[in-house]
Each structure stands twice: as structure tokens, then as C-alpha cells.
């Protein structure tokens, strides 16, 4: 027996050369994936496998993700931007082809793969095995049978990572339609803010003009009814002009998109009913999306500050903290206990709406010493900075 496994080692070397042989292969594939749970090194591991067995350069499996092959991982490995795009696939589930050679049939689509094997269970397409022999080589039998037994074994493999890739891109596809859906509520809301100042203020305003001519054409020694009735028109109709002011800011200020977070946030707690400062000093500008995320989750808060904390004053403080906006909303209130309160629908709505953009939100209260709510987003791509020496700016208002 030792002779006869020394005279195998032999054989195999002639024929292998430095490359595993079939058994070992199959054997080694086997090992690590009873070793542990599937991952995406587990692929990795099946690449370098399946090169060492067939000399390819490079070996790479591809795995289903919907109607697309996605390379999932390369022998030898490759720098990121050198991995071939996702390829489009049609009726892969009623392609019957087993093993395709010289990128015919299901490989054509494929690069690198001299040899491309499907992975199938049950007849459900779950990847591909593909190798590309060095220059001057050529597929063998004994690839063909090693990248077909491989594909056998593979299939649990695959459908388990899978059906991670797929929920993954779900997710993905969830938060990319999360964005899309904040993105265009904020463009109504700039629309409609829009259209209150240029159409429904715009005709107030030429009706006030309208209504003070005539106010002062009447003389209220010969008309004084008349005069007063006009005189308290003009005065409604600027009350109307406010409210549409302060309707169209609520919508989506313009100050927001014209001036930032600071001069927006500054304008709100002047008009608040109790004294709040504001702190954002150096603050500069930040993607569109980002802004409306703070500003709309900030005044939220306050609003709650203005409702149930029964708060005497409220602080408001934004900094850049590393790549991450960070906001606070600091009141001196009555607090509560979060682990026994709900969380009710302006906080949640809070969460939501940074969650969307990338943000995180987190509440910390205690019965009699106030609530502080602390929002983090991130500050993407910063431009027009303000000058850091600048003072904090502030507003109060009883």
C-alpha cells in the first residue's frame, strides 16, 4: 500500500503538475464547507479551489441575484474596479445546457470562461463556475468533470448566499425607494410654498395695494364708516398675508433653501412661545434632502417641548461631528421615564424621516430633569461654508 500511494503521487504529478488533483478538490471543498456556515468566503475559498484544480487564471463564481449573474467571488483575486459587471440573463430556468464551452450558449454573456458550468437545483439557475485557461492551454475532460462535480456540490451553497444577496438588494431597494419618496415630498412641498408666494400672496398683495388707495382717496371727516370699513380691510388682509407667511414656512421655508439650517432654525424660535436659543456656529451648507431632515426632525421636537414638556426655555445646538451632522434639542421640562412612554407619532415620525436619509435618532429623559433629543445625519458633501468666527445665533420670544 505505501508503494502504491507513492506511485499514485507520482502519477499525479505527471499528469496534475503543482495543480490539485480532482479528489483533492472535492475533498477540500467538502472540508470547508462542513466547517461552517456558508459565506461569501466560502465562494472565495470554491475559486481558489477550482483554480488550483484546473490552472485556471482567473476561476469565478457568479450567483444568481434575480435576472442578473453577479461575480461573487474570483481566483486569483482581482482589485475591486477590475471585477466584470453583472450580466443580464433570459429563461435561465428553462436553459437546459449543462457544460458550455468557448463562451457558447448560457456563457456567451460571460467574460473569462473558456469552461462555464451552471449551478442548478432542482432546475432553478442559482450561479455559474467559470474558468479561463492560460495561454496556449485548453479545456480538458478532466475540467469539465471537476467544475461539473463541483457544481454539484455547490447548490446548497449558492442558494443559501443567494437568498442573502436578494433580500440584501430588497433592502436596498427599499431604502433607495425610502429616498426617492423623501426626496419628492420635499420638491412638493417647495412647489407648494412656491405657488402660495408667487400665486395666492402675490394676488393679497395686489388687493392690499387696491384697498389702501382707496383708503386714502376716502376722507373720514365725509365718509367715516367707509374709511374705517376700508382701513379694517387692509389691516385683514394683511393678517391674511401673515397667516399665508406662516402656512407657506411650515410647508417649506424659503429661508431653508436659501440661507441653510441656521438662518431657518434662528427665524422658528423667534417666533416660538417660549425662549429657545439656537447654536450652530461655523455651520455650513449640506445636501438639499439632509437639511429638510434636520430642520423638519428639530421643530418637531419643539413643537413636543411646546405641547407636554411644560419647559420654561429650550436649546437648540447643531455641529458637524466628524462626517455627521449632529443636532440637539435640550429642554428644561418635566421629562418622563422612555423605558414606560410609547414612542408616539412625532418622535417616530422624527426617526423616520433621518432614517431615510442615512440619520439616526436617540431620546434621553429622566422624570423632572428635562428631555434631550439627539439627531445625527450625514453631512454628505459640504459647500458655501460659513466663516467659523462667527457668533451663535439666537432667538427668544415670549
Do not use: C
Amino acid at each position: 500500500m505505501p508503494v502504491r500511494r507513492a506511485l499514485q503521487r507520482v502519477a499525479n504529478r505527471l499528469v496534475y503538475g503543482r495543480r490539485s488533483t480532482p479528489y483533492d478538490v472535492l475533498s477540500g471543498f467538502a472540508t470547508r464547507v462542513g466547517a461552517a456556515e456558508p459565506s461569501p468566503d466560502t465562494l472565495v475559498q470554491l475559486a481558489e479551489l477550482m483554480a488550483g484544480g484546473t490552472g485556471a487564471d482567473p476561476a469565478r463564481v457568479w450567483l444568481r441575484v434575480g435576472s442578473q449573474l453577479r461575480p461573487a467571488a474570483t481566483w486569483p483575486p482581482r482589485a475591486e474596479s477590475a471585477e466584470p459587471a453583472a450580466a443580464e440573463i433570459e429563461n435561465a430556468d428553462a436553459d437546459a445546457d449543462g457544460v458550455v464551452l468557448d463562451g457558447n450558449g448560457s456563457g456567451r454573456m460571460l467574460p473569462d470562461a473558456d469552461l462555464a458550468v451552471p449551478v442548478r437545483e432542482q432546475g432553478e439557475l442559482l450561479g455559474m463556475l467559470t474558468i479561463a485557461k492560460p495561454r496556449g492551454e485548453r479545456v480538458t475532460e478532466v475540467d469539465i468533470e471537476l467544475l461539473g462535480r463541483l457544481a454539484a456540490a455547490s447548490g446548497v451553497v449558492l442558494r443559501n448566499l443567494r437568498l442573502d444577496a436578494e433580500l440584501a438588494q430588497r433592502l436596498a431597494d427599499l431604502e433607495a425607494s425610502r429616498r426617492r419618496l423623501l426626496s419628492a415630498q420635499n420638491d412638493a412641498r417647495q412647489r407648494i410654498e412656491e405657488d402660495l408666494a408667487g400665486g395666492s400672496r402675490a394676488q393679497l398683495g395686489v388687493l392690499r395695494e387696491r384697498l389702501s388707495g382707496l383708503a386714502r382717496e376716502v376722507d373720514p371727516a365725509t365718509a367715516p364708516k367707509t374709511a374705517m370699513l376700508l382701513g379694517q380691510l387692509v389691516v385683514a388682509t394683511d393678517g391674511a398675508m401673515g397667516t399665508l407667511d406662516g402656512l407657506a414656512a411650515g410647508v417649506y421655508p424659503p429661508i431653508l433653501a436659501a440661507d441653510g439650517l441656521t438662518a431657518a432654525l434662528t427665524e422658528q424660535a423667534a417666533k416660538a412661545a417660549l425662549p429657545i436659543s439656537v447654536h450652530a456656529a461655523g455651520l455650513g451648507r449640506y445636501p438639499a434632502e439632509v437639511e429638510a431632515a434636520v430642520y423638519f426632525s428639530v421643530l418637531e421636537a419643539l413643537q413636543n417641548v411646546a405641547k407636554y414638556a411644560r419647559a420654561s426655555a429650550a436649546q437648540v445646538r447643531l455641529q458637524e461631528d466628524g462626517d455627521r451632522l449632529r443636532f440637539e434639542v435640550t429642554d428644561d421640562g418635566v421629562g418622563f421615564d422612555p423605558a414606560s412612554v410609547a414612542m408616539g407619532s412625532g418622535l417616530q415620525g422624527m426617526a423616520d424621516r433621518l432614517d431615510t436619509v442615512g440619520g439616526t435618532m436617540t431620546l434621553d429623559s429622566t422624570p423632572g430633569l428635562g428631555t434631550t433629543v439627539i439627531g445625527r445625519a450625514p453631512a454628505g458633501a459640504v459647500s458655501y461654508p460659513i466663516k467659523a468666527s462667527e457668533p451663535a445665533l439666537s432667538g427668544a420670544s415670549q
